[in-house]
């Protein structure tokens, strides 16, 4: 059994049908891909995969579980995290507190103050662990704002870790940066790759091709090519879509 699959997804607004009958699966310890040109129906599979919009029909399941409709805190707690294309972080708090802010135990805090979080070294050691999984130990203290482009990707990418997710979603990941950044950025994901399940949903198809270990090509609000990145790049239907110049 796949750990994430979406079975025969509807999506409409109005009298637009967006998805039409998308399927997919996500297996555990690997990194899935979703691509497509814009217009195609990708970003709003996003959306109903993590939550944001309910589906028409369909179904979404975690290992089993249905979780289609369900608010998107509440499958957020189920273990699926997201990133967004435009980053959302506290320009105004450190890197750790942005960390800190995420973890589970800190927000069963509610409204306790965050001066007390610093009394609570577990707190603060698992915050810095899931600094160290993006690459931004030593940088605890600094403000989020004063990070490069690139970094402050790393600890978006970061406050979706703090969450202990089960699967992890990131939303365009490369959008904004310049080339060192995004080999940086293949390198971290390659590194997570090891302790989590990511599905990267995705503009820049080299890229893709380059991290995913299987991808869907998502064309008219349907799935119309799903496979290796070799597969792919030699399917007709890819060829002959606006993203075989691409492959």
């Not at 608010?71 to 294309?85: H, N, W």
Request: aromatic residues 6%.
């Amino acid at each position: 059994m796949a750990l994430f699959e979406a079975r025969s997804i509807h999506k409409r607004f109005g009298a637009r049908v967006v998805l039409e009958n998308v399927n997919l699966s996500f297996e555990a310890g690997q990194v899935s891909g979703i691509m497509g040109p814009n217009g195609a129906g990708k970003t709003t599979c996003f959306h109903v995969l993590t939550g944001r919009y309910a589906p028409d029909r369909g179904e979404i399941l975690l290992e089993g579980q249905s979780i289609g409709g369900l608010p998107p805190q509440r499958i957020a707690r189920l273990g699926v995290a997201r990133s967004f294309q435009v980053m959302n972080l506290f320009d105004d708090s450190t890197v750790l507190e942005n960390i800190l802010l995420a973890l589970p135990d800190f927000r069963a805090r509610r409204h306790k103050a965050l001066t007390a979080a610093f009394a609570d070294a577990a707190l603060i050691d698992e915050a810095r662990e899931v600094l160290d999984q993006v690459g931004l130990t030593g940088r605890e203290w600094e403000p989020s704002v004063s990070l490069s482009y690139g970094d402050r990707r790393a600890l978006e990418i970061g406050v979706a870790l703090a969450a202990r997710p089960r699967i992890l979603f990131l939303d365009e990941p490369t959008s904004g940066l310049g080339t060192e950044a995004t080999l940086n950025l293949a390198r971290l994901i390659a590194r997570l790759r090891q302790r989590y399940t990511i599905v990267v949903i995705e503009h820049d198809m080299r890229f893709l091709f380059r991290i995913a270990d299987r991808i869907a090509v998502i064309h008219w609000g349907q799935v119309i090519a799903e496979g290796t990145p070799a597969a792919l790049s030699t399917n007709k239907w890819v060829q002959r879509s606006a993203l075989g110049e691409l492959v």
